[in-house]
């Protein structure tokens, strides 16, 4: 026959269930807490200065922005979705199928092969309001990078195409990065033979001059998600 615990022992046995099951969640909350936070995906879409054109991987803007950011604490994946040779137009045609799902942002650099070509500043700013508006209704911040049009293309036609990015960022209230190649076009020093392409060292200083931007467009991002309903 067994002999039922007393009152005593029992509540001692509820307390030590309760204890435990307390310490199992303090245990659990303290791990999700230490826990880093879930890396940011940011995605450079853009031409060859994106791809970064004859450099190695690591050389590349993505890796050394990449690089550039987690060295401040930023837990970040920057993924390079640039191809050389993409124009407004043909960025325009494969953004879908190149930007990765859950794309928490988007370095927009495009148009230097459009001006390069001399084509339409009109169709360009079209393609990339277009690209803008797709990039955001699919809730991606953007981070657009300006680009400005070589001097021998004439006045009139550098007016109509450096416009374009000051005007779209207004328009959609995203952060603006003027010119990408700032500190790195006409110095032969930091690009390759054909003085188009930043070299490594190129790359390097369009990094550093375009982080603090970036950092802002992760604050962007993480005062969303911050916002952004739970459940």
Known sequence: ???????????????????????????????VAASPATPLRIVVFGDSLAAGYQLKPSDAFPAQLERALKARGHAVEVINAGVSGDTTASGLERLKWSIPERADAVILELGANDALRGLDPGRAKVNLDKMITSLKGAGSEVLLAGMLAPPNMGEAYGQSFNAIYPELAKKHGLMLYPFFLDGVAMNAQL???????????????????????????????RARQAAAPKG
């Open 1 to 31: 026959m067994q002999t039922l615990p007393s009152n005593t022992r029992l509540a001692n046995m509820v307390l030590r269930v309760v204890l435990c099951n307390w310490l199992l969640i303090a245990i659990t909350t303290a791990a």
């Open 191 to 221: 690009n390759l033979s054909d003085g188009m392409h930043p070299n490594g060292k190129g790359v390097a200083e369009i990094t550093r001059k375009i982080l603090p931007t970036v950092e802002q467009l992760i604050e962007r991002v």
